[in-house]
T-cell receptor, first 119, second 113 residues
Framework: NAGVTQTPKFQVLKTGQSMTLQCAQD?????MYWYRQDPGMGLRLIYY???????DKGEVPNGYNVSRLNKREFSLRLESAAPSQTSVYFC??????????????????FGAGSRLTVL | GENVEQHPSTLSVQEGDSAVIKCTYS??????FPWYKQELGKGPQLIID?????GEKKDQRIAVTLNKTAKHFSLHITETQPEDSAVYFC????????????FGTGTQLKVEL
């Protein structure tokens, strides 16, 4: 059981280049998320997908686009990379459907992260 | 939206001592408070969580306490061991907020021999 798999693990881009981070989960989870982690700023939500076919903006969506390709896969695209997007990106999934009025836990399973450097 | 503050940003303790990490939240509607541990080179992993109808929860050497009136919650690790060295994140979410987690800024815990 692989859990959440992210690719690539490392990437160096030049300003203005584009790239896509791939994420796949094999736990049959409904919701998927993309976070970025920066020193002193914790984990900030970029986009999330409550269920297959839906996507919504998080706290820091500018400069990014996402695609929920199917229930398993959720990709993050940088159309024109900027140095401010240098960060470690984490994909996560959960079985609770975010956005519905379900009280209680929303336990996230994270991938190992993708370190992106934009020069 | 929710705002979660976490202190301290770094914490160094001797092996066997206790460690306490504190978080405050702003949204009184928040009702779920998890703690995640991130080891070097890995993604965060849930270690313990608490819901708003409970004041304290324990799991072996770790415990979490919640003060809803003051809107703060804390992680307590007793008898620390070198393998406890990691970055710890608190988080909060509410049903009205779609159960999306808002994370604190993290605490780097170092357990020294």
């Amino acid at each position: 059981n692989a859990g959440v798999t992210q690719t690539p693990k490392f990437q160096v881009l030049k300003t203005g280049q584009s790239m896509t981070l791939q994420c796949a989960q094999d736990m049959n989870h409904n919701s998927m998320y993309w976070y970025r982690q920066d020193p002193g700023m914790g984990l900030r939500l970029i986009y999330y997908s409550a269920s297959e076919g839906t996507t919504d903006k998080g706290e820091v969506p500018n400069g990014y686009n996402v695609s929920r390709l199917n229930k398993r896969e959720f990709s993050l695209r940088l159309e024109s990379a900027a140095p401010s997007q240098t960060s470690v990106y984490f994909c996560a999934s959960s079985i609770k459907v975010a956005g519905q009025g379900i009280s209680g836990a929303n336990v996230l399973t994270f991938g190992a992260g993708s370190r992106l450097t934009v020069l | 939206g929710e705002n979660v503050e976490q202190h301290p940003s770094t914490l160094s303790v001797q092996e066997g001592d206790s460690a306490v990490i504190k978080c405050t939240y702003s949204d009184s509607a928040s009702n779920y408070f998890p703690w995640y541990k991130q080891e070097l080179g890995k993604g965060p992993q849930l270690i313990i969580d608490i819901r708003s109808n409970v004041g304290e929860k324990k799991d072996q050497r770790i415990a979490v306490t919640l003060n809803k009136t003051a809107k703060h919650f804390s992680l307590h690790i007793t008898e620390t061991q070198p393998e406890d060295s990691a970055v710890y994140f608190c988080a909060a979410s509410s049903t009205g907020g779609g159960n999306k987690l808002t994370f604190g800024t993290g605490t780097q815990l170092k357990v020294e021999l």
